[in-house]
Antibody
């Protein structure tokens, strides 16, 4: 069965960087784009962008450009989200989600809580 | 401020029916498929409806989706206490070239 397993919670100081991983299993990794979605405490879902299955190129949502790097290592079926220059307002749960078709996210990781605090 | 508009909360008694609306525009709902997600407390979102009306395997037929013009609706019949969750609509926005979600609706089963 399809599974997306994310790395554990992180506590970071302002200005630091964090790298979240999302290990996929149960399907051919490169046949689905991998999206990233943010959920700040008590708030809704915010689409961050995706890494394209077709090209392997990252696509970033406006407002995140410059702060994010999406990547994947197809040898270990793992997608990565790197966030730089962290601010307290980046404190959130970050989800990876497999994209079957344009915001048709059929499988989600369990989420990774990133806390930014001094 | 979300691109898609949902009511913040809805409530109904066990066994009753509830609908949750999702309003958008021609650049998103009007020209793209809508998905619906259920997020139980403390868990990741789960796909409930895709392509406006389709249910993934394992989703009971108590859950239904519809779309008309620039609005979509999620219906839940035979409400159970286990349905208490946040529900989100989502779609692609052609003008923004971005995925967009509604602000979420909290369902309370009284």
């Amino acid at each position: 069965q399809v599974q997306l397993v994310q790395s554990g919670s992180e506590l970071k100081q302002p200005g630091a960087s964090v790298k979240v991983s999302c290990k996929a299993s149960g399907y051919t990794f490169t046949t689905y784009s991998m999206n990233w979605v943010r959920q700040t405490p008590g708030q809704g879902l915010e689409w961050m962008g995706y890494i394209s299955a077709n090209t392997g190129n990252p696509i970033y949502a406006q407002g995140f450009t410059g702060q994010l790097v999406f990547s994947w290592d197809t040898s270990v079926n793992t997608a990565y989200l790197q966030i730089s220059s962290l601010k307290p307002e980046d404190t959130a749960v970050y989800y990876c989600a497999r994209d079957a078709k344009m915001v048709h996210f059929d499988h989600w990781g369990q989420g990774t809580l990133v806390t930014v605090s001094s | 401020q979300s691109v898609l508009t949902q009511p913040p909360s809805v409530s109904a008694a066990p066994g009753q029916k509830v609908t949750i609306s999702c309003s958008g525009s021609s650049s998103n709902i009007g020209n793209n498929y809508v998905s619906w997600y259920q997020q139980l407390p403390g868990t990741a979102p789960k796909l409930l409806i895709y392509d406006n009306t389709e249910r993934p395997s394992g989703i009971p037929d108590r859950f239904s989706g519809s779309k008309s013009g620039t609005s979509a609706t999620l219906g839940i019949t035979g409400l159970q206490t286990g349905d208490e969750a946040d529900y989100y609509c989502g779609t692609w926005d052609n003008r923004l070239s971005a995925g967009v979600f509604g602000g979420g609706t909290k369902l309370t089963v009284l």
